[in-house]
């Protein structure tokens, strides 16, 4: 469910900020209200208002968003208003020169400030701490998504048939991500108010989902679908008083056809398909792919298709030789898992002076990851905190969290002692008892010489085989995402065919399906 308020709070940052109109004289500033729908349920709405001015002899183009948003979670019922208030400063190309975003999420408050410059953007935030300053490097040939609608504009282009791929920055992720335009032609689509909207109807390919727009000519948004489960649309006026409906619920969890005994750790080999529709291509990423985590492979049996997965043990034996602590050698290519970011700021006073307590005396990096897991379990409480997604300091302070916050508050104490650490989500099998079930979950990696998966919600460093990866959680890499919401879209229930236990034979279902997890996968 967080990585869905993401997408919506990203859906109206990127889309719903209204086209000045193309006159020579500044014209009043225009005001365009939008509801937004989570699920078929109303959950929050949106005020956008732009206004042209004067910069000295410049010309600029304000455009100014406030979003409010209420989400109940279904599986512990608990209720988080999210809100932003964004103001994004263009040129009269409505090429972006910079942006302000205030974010409340619940307790927690983030403030952010871009500048966007010839071939970087440098981005500051702030949430009541120590400053994060983050610069992601760019060619030049970045365009907003406004530049991008007028360039085809002017080149004729907003018609039926028509495609266009470029470059943009997302604000929400701090990252360059390629956005894949398909023209469909004008169209009509009804409101939930029953009104009748008409424009320029675009298929949207951006952060690995697809999305249908509905535009006016002047790049103004009048209804937006996002991966099946958000809606915005244009409307007249908000309600007063404003109320939320609730939620459907999503299917967070999966009953498993297997309850695996014994220990979760002690799995070392699991084999599970899944049916699901190829929704990839184009940009879109498949849902699951072979790395570290498992070997994948896809199926088409008659009309079904879908993914099998040979899940991998991560454990670390005893021939693993960690690296010596401190470490005197980082490998250039994860030195940045070594920075502060907004989620985790291990830059922090007084998180940085826990890491130092924690690992003092620690044998070898191995001894010190050990350290900083067990206090992450044994410390925070396991339950809702106050916001959505509370950052390290705030899960640290409030001593309570999900598996989000355990990850966050491990990544961040592992980065202020040294260690490169990033955060990671997906899906996991547990069982306990007499049931078993999947569930989406966040956990990290921690760099000991390579990089080992860390479970500080269950206090494990190297994982047993039963996660399903599905992308790294960091600014700056948005490979993998929307992977969870495509995942939550098609009901993903994975179906366990076989399991191994360490020490054990292997258990397969009777009439298992077997497949090659040696060859390539292919659609």
């Not at 960690?322 to 007084?350: F, G, N």
């Not at 044994?378 to 999900?402: C, I, P, V």
Request: hydrophobic content about 35%.
């Amino acid at each position: 469910m967080r990585r869905l308020c993401s997408a919506l709070m990203l859906l109206l940052l990127a889309y719903a900020s209204a086209a000045a109109q193309e006159t020579p004289k500044a014209p009043e500033p225009s005001t365009f209200l939008y509801l937004a729908y989570m699920s078929n349920a109303r959950v929050g709405y949106m005020k956008s208002t732009v206004e042209r001015f004067k910069e000295g002899e410049a010309e600029r183009i304000r455009t100014t968003d406030v979003q409010h948003l209420i989400i109940k979670r279904s599986w512990d019922k608990s209720t988080f208003e999210i809100g932003s208030r964004s103001e994004e400063i263009f040129d009269s190309d409505f090429r972006q020169i910079s942006a302000k975003v205030s974010k409340t999420d619940g307790a927690q408050t983030l403030e952010c400030e871009y500048t966007f410059e010839e071939k970087r953007v440098a981005v500051v935030v702030s949430n009541g701490g120590k400053k994060t300053s983050l610069e992601v490097k760019h060619d030049g040939n970045i365009l907003s998504d406004r530049q991008a609608f007028m360039k085809l504009k002017a080149q004729g282009k907003l018609k039926a048939g028509e495609r266009f791929t470029f470059t943009r920055f997302d604000l929400s992720d701090m990252a360059l991500e390629q956005s894949t335009w398909m023209i469909q032609g004008e169209g009509t689509r009804k409101t939930r108010t029953g009104a009748k909207l008409t424009g320029m109807v675009i298929n949207l390919i951006e952060g690995g989902e697809r999305s249908e727009a509905l535009f006016d000519l002047e790049a103004n948004p009048l209804w937006i679908q996002s991966g099946g489960l958000i809606l915005v649309e244009k409307v007249d006026a908000i309600p007063e008083p404003f109320t939320v409906e609730d939620v459907p619920a999503l299917k967070t969890s999966m009953e498993a056809n297997i309850v695996v005994p014994g220990k979760n750790e002690n799995i070392e080999r699991m084999e599970i398909h899944f049916r699901f529709p190829v929704d990839d291509g184009d940009g879109i990423l498949p849902l699951i792919e072979t790395n570290e985590y498992h070997d994948v492979v896809r199926y088409e049996k008659g009309k079904e298709t879908g993914y099998a997965a040979r899940l991998k043990s991560r454990r670390l034996g005893a021939d693993f030789k960690a690296p010596a602590y401190p470490l005197t050698q980082v490998d250039d290519t994860v030195k940045a898992l070594l920075e502060p970011t907004p989620q985790c700021e291990s830059h922090d006073d007084v998180l940085v002076k826990k890491a130092q307590e924690l690992v003092k005396g620690a044998k070898d990096s191995r001894a010190a990851a050990e350290a900083l897991c067990k206090f992450v379990y044994r410390y925070l409480k396991k339950e809702s905190g106050n916001s959505g997604s509370a950052t390290a300091r705030q899960a640290f302070d409030e001593k309570k969290g999900d598996c989000t916050e355990h990850s966050a508050l491990f990544v961040a104490l592992a980065r202020a002692a040294g260690l490169p650490a990033r955060n990671v989500s997906g899906v996991v099998y547990v069982s306990g008892g007499s049931e078993g079930f999947w569930g989406y979950h966040a956990w990290s990696e921690v760099w000991l010489g390579q990089w080992v998966p860390v479970d500080a919600t269950v206090n494990e460093v190297g994982t047993s085989a039963r996660y399903l990866f599905f992308q790294y959680d960091e600014p700056g890499d948005s490979h993998g995402g929307g992977r969870t919401s495509r995942a939550l879209v098609n009901n993903l229930s994975p179906w366990i065919d076989a399991y191994k236990l360490a020490g054990k034979e292997e258990v397969r279902e009777e009439n298992a399906r077997r497949y090659d997890f040696d060859k390539p996968a292919t659609k």
